[in-house]
């Protein structure tokens, strides 16, 4: 059960630059009882799919070229929440 301000979020820099907010996901309302979203307009309340137990698939295009780039997870969580992250495939087009 997420909180609003519980979230978690994916960032990427290409070629050292500066970190961009790629997604995030976070709960949409106060209450613990709320279930995790994607945030689709990245504005901290999830408005996206919920996430389930179900292997979901998501996409994300990341809309700049380079030479290296890095992924990185934050999450934010106040209390004990479970969660795992699975098969993060990153592709690349010529």
């Known amino acids: 059960?997420?909180?609003?301000?519980?979230?978690?979020?994916?960032?990427?820099?290409?070629?050292?630059?500066?970190?961009t907010?790629?997604?995030n996901y976070s709960g949409n309302g106060p209450?613990?009882?709320?279930?995790?979203?994607?945030?689709?307009?990245?504005?901290?309340?999830?408005?996206?799919?919920?996430?389930t137990t179900t292997f979901t698939t998501f996409t994300y295009s990341i809309p700049v070229t380079g030479s290296t780039l890095q992924i990185r997870f934050?999450?934010?969580i106040n209390s004990a929440e479970d969660f795992a992250f699975d098969n993060i495939e990153i592709t690349?087009?010529?």
């Not at 994916?10 to 050292?16: A, G, K, L």
């Not at 209450?31 to 996430?51: F, P, Q, R």
């Open 1 to 19: 059960d997420f909180e609003t301000a519980e979230v978690i979020y994916i960032e990427y820099s290409v070629d050292s630059g500066a970190w």
């Open 74 to 76: 934050v999450i934010s």
């Open 31 to 51: 209450a613990a009882s709320t279930l995790l979203y994607e945030d689709k307009n990245l504005d901290g309340v999830g408005d996206g799919l919920v996430i």
């Open 21 to 23: 907010r790629l997604v």
């Open 92 to 94: 690349g087009t010529h």
